[in-house]
């Protein structure tokens, strides 16, 4: 019964949080809405038994979209001392969410203490979970059978990561468009940037 209770709990959550995600005009607002449903999308694959998966959407997307976020408030003209001026408005609705995901992060332990999600059964059993977790059979099946494709696919990466900065930071010969000398920078003097000029009354100042 509890599973079912939270299967439909995420379920509706999600399709309302997607819903809003597009609906909402303030762009702050929109990702908010879509970190609700990853955390809903994340409960129901933790009712299905995907430990694994429902920690991906938590640190991967969530993570990401927060990143996202900070992106959102710093690129947009928004008007902070309007939204601080908002935020005792909109405190009681932020409390009431936060207790909205607090009571279903305590509904789909219980529900995934009671056992995984079983569809298609008229009763609501679920069947006994056997062995183990599916993130420990990962892992085994990942270092194990497949270690040198994972180490493989590690290096992939870090090649990749060290050509990205050496292009970022490659040498540019000197006098070309957008060269910097920190040294020359640093050794200049407010003498050698500045020219003080009195000009006479009436008459300007030839540059």
């Not at 936060?98 to 079983?118: F, T």
């Amino acid at each position: 019964m509890i599973q079912t209770l939270a299967f439909y709990l995420f379920a509706v959550l999600v399709v309302a949080s997607g819903a809003l995600t597009i609906l909402a005009r303030n762009p702050v607002h929109s990702v908010l809405w879509l970190i609700v449903a990853f955390f809903n999308a994340a409960g129901l694959m933790v009712l299905l038994g995907a430990e694994f998966v429902a920690m991906l959407l938590v640190i991967v997307y969530v993570g990401a979209v927060a990143v996202l976020f900070l992106f959102v408030v710093m690129m947009l003209d928004i008007d902070f001392a309007e939204m601080r001026a908002g935020f005792i408005k909109n405190f009681p609705l932020g409390i009431a969410i936060a207790l909205v995901l607090l009571a279903e992060l305590v509904l789909g332990i219980g529900a995934y203490r009671a056992g995984g999600l079983v569809l298609g059964v008229a009763d609501g059993a679920n069947a006994p979970l056997v062995g183990e977790s599916n993130i420990t059979s990962l892992g085994a099946l990942l270092y194990g059978k497949y270690i040198f494709l994972f180490e493989a696919a590690g290096i992939i990466l870090l090649v990749a990561m060290i050509g990205a900065i050496v292009l970022t930071h490659r040498q540019r010969p000197e006098g070309a468009r957008g060269h910097q000398d920190i040294g020359k920078q640093n050794r200049r003097r407010p003498e050698d940037a500045t020219d003080l000029v009195k000009p006479e009354i009436g008459r300007g100042v030839d540059l």
